[in-house]
């Protein structure tokens, strides 16, 4: 078998073309069909012999459908990618629908994020679904590995891809990826005169996604894909199939303006202006303060994901702004209402990136985007007194609220909301260690004002101009001013060397033991309540485990510091 008699075949049964007009219209050579005559796939009256066909015949489809999809904020804040809206179809409907054109009926669905909205599938189309937990963490290598079992003679691709034209065929003879017939410096892969995949060297395509694996390469395959699992889980799954000579996976072309992958708003955007899912309640409220249409809404682009929230960057009217979505169970640790309150106590002193729309109950947001800005570089001294210069400025007004953030307090507050026990083993000596500071920092805490709470060195945005901006004051409220130095270096994972430096540099080396060692103790304090705030985010799914166990770590450390010193005190009074 060749890919010309293949294609002869589903010729012959998708469209059922006479003899000579298949002739015409696919190029062959008379051998081609005779041979398959000869060999019995077809009858002597060009109708194809279906039971001879059968071992040609694709089995199975496997749709990933898992990820995130950051790249599609705002879109992907209320619907998954899958369920996107193209022309009046659903993404993955419209997939689903045409692999049943070609007789593909047996559809695994591999789901994580918003994987309760992907559930109608099962009983409108009688598709399985596969679970992946770890969607939040890990690439889609996961995904197939989850899926392997049912790859052999099956389909794989993800659930963004739109084709104008159905891609399957209802026989298919090799395993082969489908590749952009466009040569590009950006793409993945490059093929070796043979049609092999390899990694781009030359000349390099775009990886369209999709694929079809026969038996042979899906064996192979599962044992690469757990091979990745252990050492790149942020691995596409296709880095399984490049420069691996046991697989027989060839490149196959596909016209560049024949498909579309939909990974960003502005994808949807240029392919359908008028999809239902460009309107969510995000646009249409960024429409409605800016009073522009969706055409002049343009230029999304993602920011960083936060550890709170989402992020992203659009235009309008030639002009950036910043639009930040709160992320999961953020409402329960941050009171929106607060929030807004501070924003407009600081507002006069032009210390934040300008606040364009704020909403009080979800905390939504849209700011100016300062494009010349970057964030403070922790390890550079030159910007760490940038930083303190400019906090120390901040506390020196005196702002007042009505509502402080009490750290022993929160601590309790977040042990409830993780509501399992504490992932460290000794987590009740700690605490109970920690709690013990209280007095001796109540007793060294001379004024109270208006704090950020959360100035890890990303909030500090650093001008051309030599300026500094502070941003995102979720958590701000009224404390002790010397916590922000303390929060500072526990974000930045500082040792007592660093933080000295950093604490001399706030107090321009004038500083009593007794206010050092008290911003020792609230590094211990704070590091206790951030590993709580983190073990209830991982119990929402979110992978915090590295960072819950660094602030525990630096709440141990400075915990160790802070009980030497008062011992020593107490031995010397």
Known sequence: MNQKKIDILNALYLKKDNFYYLIQKLGESDKNVQELINDGYINQNFTLNLDKCQKYKVKKAIILAAGYGLRMLPINDTIPKALISIKGERLIERLIEQLHAVGVYEIYIVV??????????????????????????????LSALLACKYMDNAYLLPCDLYFAENPFNYFEYQSWYMLSNKKDVKGYFSITNDKQLVKGKKWFYDAVGLAFIDQYDSKILHNRFQKMIGWCKKCYWEEAIVDHKDLHIKARFINYDSYNEINT???????????????????????????????????????????????????????EYL???????????????????????????????????????????????????????????????????????????????????????????YEQLRQDKSIFSDYEEVKEDVFSLKSFIEENVSNYTLCHIDPVADNFLMLKDGSVKLIDWEYAAMQDPHLDIAMFALYSFFDKNQTDKLIDMYFNEKVSENIRYKIYAYIAVAGLLWSNWCEFKIRLGNEYYEYANKQYQMAREYLSLVKKFLNKKEKAE
């Open 265 to 319: 708003f502005n994808d949807l955007l240029n392919i359908d202006c008028e999809s239902k899912s460009l309107l969510n309640n995000d646009i249409k409220m960024i429409l409605d303060t800016f009073d522009v249409d969706i055409k002049q809404l343009r230029n999304i682009r993602i920011m960083r994901k936060g550890m709170t929230n989402r992020s992203f960057v659009f235009t309008i009217n030639n002009k």
């Open 112 to 141: 994580g994020y918003m994987k309760e909205k992907l559930e109608y599938l099962q009983k409108k189309y009688d598709v399985k679904l596969i679970v992946n937990r770890f969607f939040f963490s890990d690439n889609n290598c």
């Open 323 to 413: 639009m930040r979505i709160p992320g999961s169970g953020s409402e329960q640790l941050i009171d929106r209402k607060k929030e807004y309150d501070v924003y407009r106590k600081i507002n006069m002193y032009n210390i934040c990136d300008p606040v364009i729309y704020m909403n009080q109950k979800n905390g939504i947001k849209i700011t100016e985007f300062l494009d010349d800005a970057r964030n403070c570089d922790s390890l550079s001294d030159n910007d760490l007194k940038k930083c303190m210069i400019m906090l120390k400025y901040f506390h020196d007004k005196n702002i007042g609220v009505d509502f402080k953030f009490d750290l022993f307090s929160k601590i309790l507050e």
